[in-house]
């Protein structure tokens, strides 16, 4: 798990999933869950980005616009509190968070492959690396004699 | 490099179905999800009796603040809550007797919408508490049936917060209760009198007008399935933006006399106003989600988010790069 892409997944999965989650929370969930962890770029941040993005995303329709509410102190905040829970305790945000945890996983895991074989890609193509492994390969030799 | 550019389209053309798919079909999408959405309600309620030798004058009035939120409780049906705020104030010829704090939050767990539809169903949950399920029960009974709730599909009301996109003057737009499992059904057609314009706290908005009449109004009589003497002077008023079809304020005012054996008379008289103050996330007057909450222009922040998008691909693959 990389901090960085952890730390740079998360808010902007985060930012784009909730602009678009006033069109369709559910898509909106998955494009921002898609994209966190693309930056993410592993397994365990995908997997995690996922399982923290998925709610903010897919619930902003119902907590986003209470925010100036809550902050202009104008309502209960318990009595919002209590609706907000609601809204969290059903079995389609859950269904919705595992499924982000999922695609997360996914997503990171394609990331990780993509980045292995990168890796590989660049192992052959490097004259340096060629050097070196050409020089390994001549001490064994050596060395066996 | 091929793949990326792949990715970058799919990505986008995912975002631009988003936002387009807005406008299409019957209903704008944006009214099935209200949230912070919030209504100032005022109700003034007047009577008076009069006999020969007395006169007995009771008022009510009620200020509240009601303020709308939802959710999905599944593909195909949107859960709404209320969150009731105000005060009721009772006065007896002319002192008051009886004042009540109101603090009613309703999670959007009880009530659900049909997406694209205006039926407004019950959930199982609902028709539970009402029937006194939960009188004697424990309160991890109660959450495992909100965890679970789901529409009843047989029951609905035609919702009266929105109507179709597209409609003007003489379109007729259906009010009303359904039930199918018991074979009943009330309902009853109102015309589209006439557009006007308004001014509300959330500025200047173009809206049609559902004027329903004393005469008209008779039909409430079959739905209480009770005799109203509502007066020639009573009306309803509904007002919907052009736009997006959404309630921005309704009016009523009912006048009703009646004489009983006792030969004593009274007269009532109910005023109601109904005004939109806040229209959290219904996009009134064409803005909507975080813009409308950050008061931004039309598209800010789904421009920004797009040009995050595009950046983040081309970050991705300038440093595979390099």
């Known amino acids: 798990m990389t901090k960085k892409g952890f730390l740079a997944g998360l808010p902007a999965g985060t930012i784009i999933g909730v602009t678009f989650s006033f069109y369709n929370p559910i898509i909106a969930t ?15 941040s995908g997997g995690a980005i996922g399982l923290l993005a998925s709610p903010l995303i897919y619930l902003a329709p119902t907590y986003v616009p209470m925010l100036p509410i809550i902050l202009n102190g104008g309502e209960n905040i318990l009595f919002i509190l209590i609706m907000l829970a609601g809204a969290l305790l059903s079995l389609s945000t859950t269904i919705i968070i595992l499924t982000g945890v999922i695609l997360g996983i996914v997503i990171g895991h394609i990331m990780l492959r993509i980045a292995s074989k990168t890796l590989d890609e660049e192992h052959i193509e490097s004259p340096k690396l060629k050097e070196f492994d050409e020089n390994l390969a001549n001490d064994r030799y050596k060395n066996k004699l | 490099m091929r793949i990326w550019k792949v990715v970058l389209v799919v990505l986008l ?8 798919g807005v406008q299409c079909g019957e209903y704008h999408s944006g009214v099935s999800y209200p949230s912070g959405t919030m209504y100032v ?5 007047d009577s008076v009796e009069s006999s020969n030798r007395t006169v007995n004058i009771e008022n009510l009035t009620v200020h509240a603040e009601v303020t709308l939120t939802s959710k999905d409780i599944d593909l195909n049906y949107v859960g709404w809550g209320f969150y009731v705020n105000g005060t009721g104030r009772k006065y007896e010829n002319g002192s008051m007797v009886e004042e009540r704090e109101m603090d009613y939050p309703i999670p959007p767990i009880l009530l659900a919408v049909k997406k694209n539809t205006r039926e407004l169903h019950p959930t199982d949950l609902l ?3 009402i029937r006194g399920k939960y009188e004697d029960a424990e309160i991890l009974e109660i959450l495992s049936g909100a965890y679970t709730a789901h529409p009843v599909e047989d029951i609905f009301m035609y919702n009266i917060f929105y109507i179709e996109q597209g409609r003007g003057p003489g379109d007729k737009i259906i009010f009303g209760f359904v039930n199918s499992s018991a074979n009943e059904e009330k ?22 007008v559902i004027e329903i009449d004393a005469d008209t109004m008779k039909f409430l009589e079959d739905l209480i399935e009770d005799e109203l003497n509502i007066s020639e002077a009573s009306y309803i008023r509904f007002y919907y933006e052009k736009n997006t079809g959404w309630l921005v304020k309704a009016e009523a005012y009912g006048e009703a006399m009646g004489k009983n054996d006792e030969n004593v008379t009274k007269v009532m008289t109910v005023n109601l106003d109904v005004v939109l ?17 950050l008061g931004l222009p039309k598209f800010t922040m789904e421009t920004a988010a797009t040009i995050l998008i595009v950046a983040i691909i081309y970050f991705k693959v300038a440093r595979r790069r390099a």
């Open chain 2, 127 to 129: 028709i539970d508490l």
């Open chain 2, 277 to 293: 103050k806040k229209p959290g996330s219904i996009p009134i007057g064409g803005n909507r989600g975080l813009n409308n909450i």
């Open chain 2, 13 to 20: 053309s995912v975002v631009v179905s988003l936002v387009l």
């Open chain 1, 30 to 44: 998955f494009l921002g869950v898609g994209i966190g962890a693309f930056l993410g770029s592993s397994k365990k």
């Open chain 2, 187 to 208: 309902t009853k057609e109102f015309e589209i009198s006439y557009e006007k314009e308004i001014e509300l706290p959330c500025g200047k908005l173009n809206t049609l």
């Open chain 2, 41 to 45: 309600i005022e109700l003034k309620y």
